[in-house]
């Protein structure tokens, strides 16, 4: 069955930098899309970024445009997450998403158990 791992998520201060990963496995990683979703207390899932099966085609949320860059590595199964200049309102729990399709536009159907990325000094 689907298999997805989020690491790498901890405290930082504001304007540092983290790098989530995301380790899949029991599917054919390279054929579908990927994504990040946050949630911060009391607030909606939002996405984040998402990645085409082949990574030629990223998008983001505006709120992160600039700062932070989706990428995979089809050969290790992997998605990255590289967060820089980070800030308080980044603050949420970080979910990696499988899409149901090899395009950005999702559906995403298929979560991790997220990790805890806390902005703050």
């Known amino acids: 069955q689907v298999q997805l791992v989020e690491s790498g998520g901890g405290l930082v201060q504001p304007g540092g930098s983290l790098r989530l990963s995301c380790t899949a496995s029991g599917f054919i990683f390279s054929r579908y899309s990927m994504s990040w979703y946050r949630q911060a207390t009391g607030k909606e899932r939002e996405l984040v970024a998402a990645?085409?099966?082949?990574?030629?085609?990223?998008k983001y949320v505006d709120s992160v445009k600039g700062r932070f860059t989706i990428s995979r590595d089809n050969a290790k199964n992997m998605a990255y997450l590289q967060m820089n200049s980070l800030k308080p309102e980044d603050t949420a729990v970080y979910y990696c998403a499988k899409g149901n399709t090899a395009f950005t536009s999702g559906p995403f159907g298929s979560w991790g158990q997220g990790t805890q990325v806390t902005v703050s000094s």
């Open positions: 990645i085409s099966s082949g990574g030629a085609i990223t």
